[in-house]
């Protein structure tokens, strides 16, 4: 298995241009999570699946933000109408389902990052 | 609302030496798991060492231990022998058991001086 693969490692926009991220887990994980990170801060949570289905989502994630995971293998981040203060690293991220390994054992992804001009 | 605390932007150590990087958290949960993740410079994060709450002994991974103080909500990082390679961000991150939701600190920077 290679890990967990994001593409495109790299993006620039324009603002109010839409883009997608998409995310390969490691196969054997069913569950999958993204999450954002800015210079000098941590991740932060945005949302998260268990095979297909989308489990939670962060009250900070506008509307122009949409997961998808639709046949609970790859997923994809979309964000519509782009705006400065979307530029970030948008980290994928993922496991095994709670019982298998501990909540939180997370194996991240390279990262996709995103400037808007 | 859980949050994590790390009070150390920037850390650095002597190669061979020992360092300890802080971490606190605050959370109302008895159940959760406590990580020390790594992100060197342009590469994936990844897992370090984890803790059980409810386990009182503290972790230990080859040169890397934790200090886990759950009274005080604390859980600090020791790397012995430190090595250039373990120059990296580190993140201490916090999850309840039965969550999906991991939050992270703002990381501490170490870097290994030669």
């Known amino acids: 298995d290679t890990g967990v693969s994001q593409d495109p490692r790299h993006k620039i926009t324009k603002r109010g241009q839409n883009v997608t991220f998409r995310c390969d887990p490691i196969?054997?994980?069913?569950?999958l999570y993204w999450y954002r990170q800015t210079l000098g801060q941590g991740p932060e949570f945005l949302t998260y699946?268990?095979?297909?289905?989308?489990?939670?989502k962060s009250r900070l994630l506008s509307d122009r933000f949409s997961a998808e995971r639709p046949k609970g293998s790859f997923s994809t981040l979309e964000i519509q109408r782009t705006e400065q203060g979307d530029s970030a690293m948008y980290l994928c991220?993922?496991?095994?389902?709670?019982?298998?390994?501990?909540?939180?054992?997370?194996?991240f992804g390279e990262g996709s990052r995103l400037t808007v001009l | 609302a859980q949050t994590v605390t790390q009070s150390q932007p920037e850390m650095s150590v002597q190669e061979a030496e020992t360092v300890t990087l802080s971490c606190t958290y605050d959370?109302?949960?008895?159940?959760?798991?406590l990580f020390w993740y790594k992100q060197p410079p342009s590469r994936q994060m990844i897992l370090v060492i984890r803790?059980?709450?409810?386990?009182?002994q503290n972790a230990t991974e080859n040169r890397f231990s934790v200090n886990f103080q759950k009274a005080a909500k604390s859980f600090s990082l020791k790397i012995s022998d430190s090595q250039l390679g373990d120059a990296a961000m580190y993140f201490c991150?916090?999850?309840?058991?039965?969550?999906?939701?991991?939050?992270f600190g703002d990381g501490t920077t170490l870097t290994v001086k030669p």
């Open positions: 959370t109302s949960e008895s159940d959760y798991y």
């Open positions: 991220a993922s496991s095994f389902s709670a019982g298998r390994t501990a909540p939180g054992e997370l194996f």
């Open positions: 196969s054997e994980h069913n569950r």
């Open positions: 803790q059980e709450a409810y386990k009182q």
């Open positions: 699946f268990q095979n297909e289905a989308q489990l939670e």
């Open positions: 991150a916090y999850t309840r058991t039965n969550a999906g939701k991991s939050t």
